[in-house]
């Protein structure tokens, strides 16, 4: 499956941003789908995870101000970024993983299968 991700741009502390992730078939319902996210000079981060099940995961420093989501008969995943802080720059990339997602795996970026190009969010104080 390939991915786009896309929706990311400039705002202030404390806006808000809706990011989106299109895949290109239906096996997107097959697969578990992340967002991560790396800051510059940074390593890739787990932001967020939704499962085929709806199941959703999040980093302590999103809980509360991110909420992910999908939908399947569109092919869609989404990522919305309420009460965004500085520390939240950075280039967000939504991948996905038809072996199914844990608690424990969740945080590895490479044992995601496909990965979007990636989208550049900036936060300014």
């Known amino acids: 499956v390939q991915l786009q991700a896309s929706g990311g741009g400039w705002v202030q502390a404390g806006g808000s941003l809706r990011l989106s992730c299109a895949a290109s078939?239906?096996?997107?319902?097959?697969?578990?789908m992340a967002w991560f996210r790396q800051g510059s000079g940074k390593e890739r981060e787990f932001v967020a995870v939704?499962?085929?099940?709806?199941?959703?995961d999040y980093t302590d420093t999103v809980q509360g101000r991110f909420t992910i989501s999908r939908n399947n008969a569109k092919n869609m995943g989404y990522l919305q970024m309420n009460s965004l802080k500085p520390e939240d720059t950075a280039v967000y990339y939504c991948?996905?993983?038809?072996?199914?997602?844990?608690?424990?795996?969740?945080?590895?970026?490479?044992?995601?299968?496909?990965w979007g190009q990636g989208t550049l969010v900036t936060v300014s104080s």
């Open positions: 991948a996905t993983d038809f072996e199914r997602i844990t608690s424990a795996t969740m945080w590895n970026f490479w044992r995601y299968d496909y």
């Open positions: 078939d239906q096996t997107f319902s097959h697969y578990d």
């Open positions: 939704i499962t085929r099940s709806l199941t959703t």
